[in-house]
């Protein structure tokens, strides 16, 4: 389950609550949009989970080249896994003993539990799954920082009511309340950022830890300059598209991880731009502060 899809799903069934649906209905839907959410979470995770261990597994032939800290989290969790499984049925031993024999081998990646989410997702939780690979708590003190603009609530916070509401609802109680359709969308945003800040904080943690060299996005125009958010390239040497993420910084220093907010080129307005297109400006979501723009792992 996407955000998006359940933007749509709260809209469609807004819809619907106006034509007259009485008040169980109401409680029903709203459950409905909290479960959605939190769903949307963990397949976030899972996303940034799988495409990390697939980075992983590409970079290291084998798990022992990681850092110690990984390799041992590596062995730990697998092993872990296995033990909790050995009665299972005949299909889940197969593959526990499978896991158990490619946890040293070339294809250490593939049925690692090193990134597996097997609890509520609790910044407590998602704090202690993304120090698994290394990351450092100063990386996630974003976790901190106000969830929207003038607002009380952090990130933190606001998933962490989120795994309060939704837990009673998925053992089958009913809603202690109805929020708004605008005030559930609005939540579900500041769910969708902080899921988009985890996935900053692996990439800025796996450039720095894991690539020797990162790639230039495109040749930028220093004699031109443009806002602190913006970004002026004479030529992309890659694609790029609205909602991408980059690296800024430079091959010495890997500062943080923006989002492209805007693609403009020539006064036109775009969604995506080819490698080799000319005279390009690249809104971010951060200041880039005078850094180079480079792909993210």
Known sequence: MRFDEVRQFIDASTQALRQGQGPAVRSDFYGAWVLMTYASCQYALDEIGQG?????????KYA???PDLVFKNHERLTLDTARRMTDGDAQTRSQIKQALLEIYSAKWSTNSSLL???????????????????????????MSDPASPGASDTYSSRLAELVEERNP?????SPQRVLSAATMKSWLTECEDFMENCAMTVELHLSRHHV???????????????????????LLNHQVRVGDHVLLGSQSERKKVAKVTS????????????????????????PHQGSGLYLTP
């Open 212 to 234: 020797a060299r990162i790639v230039r996005l495109g040749v930028l125009d220093r004699k031109l300059k443009l806002s602190n958010k913006t970004v002026p390239v004479l």
């Open 263 to 286: 693609i403009m080129s020539d006064g036109t307005t775009f969604n995506d731009l080819p490698a080799g297109h000319e005279r390009v400006a690249i809104g971010l979501s951060k």
């Open 169 to 173: 609802i998925a053992h089958g109680q």
């Open 116 to 142: 597996k989410m097997e609890r509520n997702v609790w910044p407590s939780n998602v704090r202690e799954w993304m120090k698994r690979i290394g990351v450092e708590e100063r990386d996630m003190s974003w």
């Open 64 to 66: 022992r080249s990681m």
């Open 52 to 60: 990390c261990m697939g980075f992983l597994g590409n970079r290291h």
